[in-house]
């Protein structure tokens, strides 16, 4: 059972900056992680994610430019870089592992393992 933390989500105005963390609870170079959004009243959808040995990334095409995703496995943490921020982006954030998955990835939620509790991001003046 692999257990996921995210951290970083926070209130920030537009155009700022936030850094999201997710921190596994053991090694993930068989795992892409994904990072997820939900807004009240709407589904759950893909943002990004990165193959376990982060050669491959994709993102949503909202955040390309915007957002970056990488890991360091030694510290078996997936960051997700946030600049610029849009009031659009508010939600919350999840991070998932989909196992099985060190070459490629997906931002399909369907057959993540794996999930967080999530962490609030509130984009807003």
């Known amino acids: 059972q692999l257990q996921l933390v995210e951290s970083g989500g926070g209130l920030v105005q537009p155009g700022g900056s936030l850094r999201l963390s997710c921190a596994a609870s053991?090694?993930?170079?068989?795992?892409?992680i994904g990072w997820f959004r939900q807004a009240p009243g709407k589904e759950r959808e893909g943002v990004s994610c990165?193959?376990?040995?982060?050669?491959?990334?994709n993102y949503a095409d909202s955040v390309k430019g915007r957002f970056t995703i990488s890991r360091d496995n030694a510290r078996r943490t997936v960051y997700l870089q946030m600049d610029s921020l849009k009031p659009e982006d508010t939600g919350v954030y999840y991070c998932?592992?989909?196992?099985?998955?060190?070459?490629?990835?997906?931002?399909?939620?369907?057959?993540?393992?794996?999930w967080g509790q999530g962490t609030q991001v509130t984009v807003s003046s």
């Open positions: 990165i193959s376990g040995i982060g050669i491959s990334t």
């Open positions: 998932g592992a989909d196992k099985g998955h060190r070459w490629t990835c997906t931002v399909q939620a369907d057959g993540y393992d794996y």
């Open positions: 053991g090694t993930t170079l068989n795992y892409a």
